[in-house]
């Protein structure tokens, strides 16, 4: 669904519409425009929030420091073709 909006710029940023974007165009650009900047600013609130969540980041820090070998089991890669001998 689509609504009907009217706003109001400065003549510097009307010229700079028509000329950049095409006269047909302003409205899909300034739509995209500010889903672009409402996605960052609530990318940051949960960034924020998270943040805040003091377990979640004690448990992301582990994570995080932990060893590769701590996560995968220990395989057996002598068969493989290639494998080098030592």
Known sequence: MTR?????????????????????????FIDEMARERFAKRQLQTDYAE??????????AKEWIESDVDE?????DFSGWRGYPTR
């Open 4 to 28: 009907k909006l009217t706003i109001t710029v400065s003549d510097e940023v009307y010229e700079d519409l028509h000329k950049r974007v095409g006269r047909r165009r302003i409205s899909r």
């Open 50 to 59: 998270a943040a805040a969540d003091e377990k979640r980041e004690r448990e």
């Open 71 to 75: 996560g995968l089991p220990d395989e």
